[in-house]
T-cell receptor
């Protein structure tokens, strides 16, 4: 079974600073996808960034980047130049390939950006 | 707006009531999902439908009954629920299954369900 662990229930960061959210996962699979989703108070889950396990290069999306360490099964999210709109719950998710698109989520990290 | 719409946004029901949650996606996706989101717990996958066929039922009690009449619509029928079933119920869709069909899930805004 796949498990996803987010060890930081809550975090805060000053506006314009950088913050890193951690995520580890456990799997015996070799090919899979990893995602970070953002859930603001509006409850809409929005994809922030995705990473294919077969790619060594870390994914980046504007101010968001990941540090993907496949051997360590670690997938952290770095948010640069934090903005007030980044305040939200952040969920790390794992998806196996070829198995009906099952997504496994962590418990989430509540991030607050302080003005 | 993610292209996945859920109704109602809020629902309060008694333990003897019967109600249904509705999900509709306008993305041309072939896979749809129901998730339960409770405080301080991971999102729990409840049901998966691929091409209108149920491919996953994660030991969900029979008081939850899914229905997928077509690839664009997904329902969750509720009856004789318990207070511990109170949660946010999220619907999601994705491109589909199989090799090279691996995209992210797109979520609706959820239905906040309270069972009294």
């Amino acid at each position: 079974a796949q498990t996803v662990t987010q060890s930081q229930p809550e975090m805060s960061v000053q506006e314009a600073e950088t913050v890193t959210l951690s995520c580890t996962y456990d799997t015996s699979e070799n090919n899979y996808y990893l995602f970070w989703y953002k859930q603001p108070p509006s409850r809409q889950m929005i994809l922030v960034i995705r990473q294919e396990a077969y790619k060594q290069q870390n994914a980046t999306e504007n101010r968001f980047s990941v540090n993907f360490q496949k051997a360590a099964k670690s997938f952290s999210l770095k948010i640069s130049d934090s903005q007030l709109g980044d305040t939200a719950m952040y969920f790390c998710a794992f998806m196996k390939l070829n198995t009906g698109n099952q997504f496994y989520f962590g418990t989430g990290t509540s991030l607050t950006v302080i003005p | 707006e993610t292209g996945v719409t859920q109704t109602p946004r809020h629902l309060v029901m008694g333990m003897t009531n019967k109600k249904s949650l509705k999900c509709e996606q306008h993305l041309g996706h072939n896979a749809m999902y129901w998730y339960k989101q409770s405080a301080k717990k991971p999102l729990e996958l409840m049901f998966v439908y691929n091409f209108k066929e149920q491919t996953e039922n994660n030991s969900v009690p029979s008081r939850f009954s899914p229905e997928c009449p077509n690839s664009s619509h997904l329902f969750l029928h509720l009856h004789t629920l318990q207070p511990e079933d109170s949660a946010l119920y999220l619907c999601a869709s994705s491109q589909g299954t199989g090799k090279n069909m691996n995209t992210e899930a797109f979520f609706g805004q959820g239905t906040r369900l309270t069972v009294v």
